[in-house]
């Protein structure tokens, strides 16, 4: 009976980290890629546009990538979430501001 909640736990816990959306302002490239429509090249972009002009305030922020067009971001959308943004923007004004 153990045996069976451990696995039933173990299938909740896996299960969900599956389905979690992905943070388009803390995802890597490789996480990026896992989004259907998202290549390589597409999802490069997306780190370098975050790199260039900082965090995303929303998921339709997305379009002002290149090659990300409303298509794009229609399939996806419900995959992508920009998270809570208060304390990773407080960490990048701290990193620009040092880097000056």
Same mark, same amino acid.
């Given at each position: 009976? @153990?045996?069976? %909640?451990? !696995?039933i736990i173990i299938y909740f816990v896996l299960s969900?980290?599956?389905?979690?959306? =992905? &943070?388009?302002?803390?995802?890597?490239?490789?996480?990026? $890629? *896992? %989004?259907? +429509? @998202?290549?390589?090249?597409?999802?490069?972009?997306?780190? #370098?546009?975050?790199? $260039?002009? +900082? !965090?995303?305030?929303? *998921?339709?922020? %997305? $379009?002002?990538?290149?090659? @990300?067009?409303?298509?794009? !971001?229609?399939?996806?959308? &419900?995959? !992508?979430?920009? +998270?809570?943004?208060? =304390? =990773? +923007?407080? #960490? $990048?004004? @701290?990193? =620009? #501001?040092?880097k000056k």
């Amino acid at each position: 009976m @153990i045996r069976l %909640l451990q !696995l039933i736990i173990i299938y909740f816990v896996l299960s969900s980290s599956i389905y979690a959306a =992905v &943070n388009i302002n803390t995802a890597s490239q490789s996480e990026l $890629e *896992v %989004l259907k +429509g @998202i290549g390589p090249a597409k999802a490069k972009a997306i780190v #370098e546009y975050r790199n $260039e002009h +900082g !965090l995303f305030s929303s *998921v339709d922020d %997305l $379009e002002k990538v290149s090659g @990300i067009g409303a298509g794009t !971001l229609k399939q996806i959308r &419900n995959d !992508l979430t920009v +998270g809570d943004t208060s =304390v =990773v +923007g407080a #960490e $990048e004004k @701290i990193a =620009v #501001e040092q880097k000056k």
